[in-house]
């Protein structure tokens, strides 16, 4: 099975390169890099570690960048596209665990959920993703326990059928009502997350402004 | 029948029109709630103009005390139709770009791409005949 996975990057050098090398010493070779945009030197990198890299010349959400590779990977003849972050917050060892259900033909989604297996995630964090996992549903009519995780694997069929325009953070919650429409079978299975300082102090991650404007898209697109 | 009337009556009828058909034609992202909204926002405006009395049963229910009259109804609808005009434009004009990023990202990497399809179509060649 040709399974590739997806890293959408943006502002990532530093950490990039041992994104990469982890997930390649889990034995998947085939990783697409998308640098969104990025002002630091992540395409260098990513390039310099054999991944096959696009480059947003715009900054254009981690939805479009996601987006993007998945797009690279359908190219691929990838039978599975796994898509996880490149600020090293997931783990690579939870890859295998993820495309199971997929591999053994149970599932077409395959949702990493951070809240399955709580660990060490900060309680602002728990609250923050309640909230998304309860407007999720209430706008998509699904309720998953991790609505906003990017950690996430798709068969062939789901990787070409789901298809939405959201560019920014709201595009995960997009995916949840894509799975939904296209009553595509998916499943949750626990992932851990490492809390490192360099992606618990990012300035670009998700955090209040950027839910809320993420909610004011979802209202916008429910009357527009 | 004041041409304002007229003017609401009109607007909220396309955009209910529309949102019934996509509804209807099941098109990507039309819920029962994005409808249920659609109604409730559409079909309220309308119903005000219609029935401009309707407007004395809210202000009651929400404790205001004097009725809303007609311009300042327009100038509401009118702010509210520019910036929804706006907004939608602005949107697709973000997709746009977003589209033309990604086609040229892909552009960029289509010898790479090519070249990586055809070592893993080797390689699974391989591996069947082993």
């Known amino acids: 099975m040709n399974t590739v996975i997806v890293i959408p990057v943006y ?3 530093k950490v990039i390169g041992e994104v990469i ?5 889990q034995g998947f070779e085939h990783v697409v890099v998308v640098d969104d945009g990025s002002r630091d030197d992540s395409f260098v990198v990513a390039s310099a570690h054999d991944a096959l890299t696009l480059r947003l010349k715009i900054n254009r959400g981690k939805g479009a960048a996601v987006k993007t590779g998945i797009m690279a990977a359908n190219l691929l003849d990838a039978d599975v ?10 783990d690579p060892a939870d ?3 993820l495309i199971t259900p997929i591999l053994a033909g149970r599932s077409d989604v395959v949702l990493g959920s951070r809240l399955l297996k709580r660990e060490a995630m900060p309680f602002k964090k728990v609250i923050a993703n309640r909230i998304g996992n309860v407007l999720t549903w209430l706008f998509y009519g699904l309720l998953v326990s991790d609505s906003q995780s990017g950690f996430r694997a798709y068969s062939r069929y789901a ?33 851990h997350t490492r ?19 993420t909610l004011y898209r979802m209202i916008w697109k429910l009357i527009a | 029948m004041h041409l ?3 003017i609401v009556v009109a607007i909220s009828s396309v955009m209910l029109y529309l949102g019934i058909k996509e509804f209807v034609n099941r098109e990507t992202g039309q819920t029962l709630l994005k409808l249920a909204v659609r109604l409730v926002v559409w079909g309220g405006m309308g119903l005000v103009a219609i029935y401009p009395d309707f407007t004395l049963i809210l202000a009651r229910i929400m404790g205001v005390v004097d009725n809303f009259n007609a311009v300042v109804l327009m100038g ?12 939608s434009a602005i949107e697709k004009v973000e997709q746009n770009i977003s589209e033309l990023t990604r086609k040229e990202a892909l552009n960029e990497a289509h010898k790479r791409i090519e070249e990586l399809r055809q070592e893993i179509k080797a390689k699974k060649k391989e591996r069947e005949t082993s």
């Open chain 1, 21 to 25: 090398e982890g997930v390649r010493a």
């Open chain 1, 195 to 213: 809390y490192t300082e360099y992606a618990s102090t990012k300035k670009t991650k998700q955090g209040l402004i950027n839910g809320l404007i």
């Open chain 1, 81 to 90: 596209v796994v898509t996880m972050d490149g600020d090293g917050q997931h």
């Open chain 2, 76 to 87: 509401f609808l009118l702010v509210f139709l520019l910036i929804f005009k706006l907004l």
């Open chain 1, 11 to 13: 502002n990532e050098a």
């Open chain 2, 4 to 6: 304002y009337q007229v």
């Open chain 1, 159 to 191: 990787a070409l059928i789901i298809d939405t325009k959201a560019d920014k953070y709201e595009y995960d919650s997009k995916v949840i009502r894509e799975i939904k429409n296209n009553r595509l079978r998916f499943t949750e299975v626990p992932v």
């Open chain 1, 95 to 97: 890859i295998r665990p």
